[in-house]
């Protein structure tokens, strides 16, 4: 399955991952760009655009579905829904352009699957970078973290609506997913690509989850 990512360098590094459900049509996780830098890709490679899924609800992943068109979806887990219009929990307000999102974003629940072109995306609540923050499996191919694990190292947990005491039971649904499903790819949120038997051989705070 063929995955494009878009990283904004300007702007926290942050990551937009496109996943390429047939040769033109699309989905993608993250938007947090403050131009038309993703939106301009979609219509330049001449690609359907099918959803969005949200790994959580920090301002760097979310400001850019200004530009998004309201006829497509966009998904958020159930817990991070208020963090699209508040300022301060979406962690904006510390910056000069405080995010505010006003359209509609469909919620989702621990372990829901969309279904999307016969491709499966299956949502998992990691909550500790925020209360709703979560990873999505592709078709138990494709591993998309967010700012929950990253290449080496993990999310903080120290912002508006961090849970540093779920910590662990988050990360133990990672190594859960590689027990079950083995290695794969993960794309993060920030900086980049990794796999996921690299990060739990090697990642300092996977290891140590017992």
Do not use: W
Request: include cysteine; proline fraction near 3%; charge should be negative.
């Amino acid at each position: 399955m063929k995955v494009t990512t878009l990283t904004y360098k300007d702007e926290f590094i942050a990551n937009t991952h496109i996943v390429y459900l047939t040769d033109r049509d699309v989905i993608a996780f993250d938007c947090g760009q403050s131009s038309k830098t993703f939106i301009n890709y979609i219509a330049s490679h001449n690609l359907n655009l099918k959803a969005i899924f949200l790994t959580h609800g920090h301002f760097d992943h979310i400001r850019g579905l200004d530009f998004i068109d309201d006829t497509i979806p966009v998904y958020i887990a159930l817990d991070d829904l208020e963090l699209l219009n508040d300022p301060y929990k979406n962690c904006s307000s510390e910056f000069e352009d405080k995010v505010s999102i006003k359209r509609k974003v469909f919620t989702l629940s621990d372990e829901e699957v969309v279904t999307i072109d016969g491709i499966n995306i299956q949502i998992f609540n990691t909550p500790f970078h925020t209360l709703g923050s979560s990873i999505y499996l592709i078709n138990k191919e494709i591993l998309i973290t967010g700012d929950t694990l990253f290449k080496s190292v993990i999310g903080r947990c120290d912002l508006p609506t961090s849970k540093a005491r779920l910590v662990d039971s988050s990360l133990k649904r990672i190594i859960e997913i590689y027990r079950q499903y083995g290695d794969m790819p993960v794309y993060p949120g920030h900086g980049d690509n990794t796999t996921l038997a690299r990060e739990v051989e090697k990642n300092f705070y996977l290891r140590n989850i017992r």
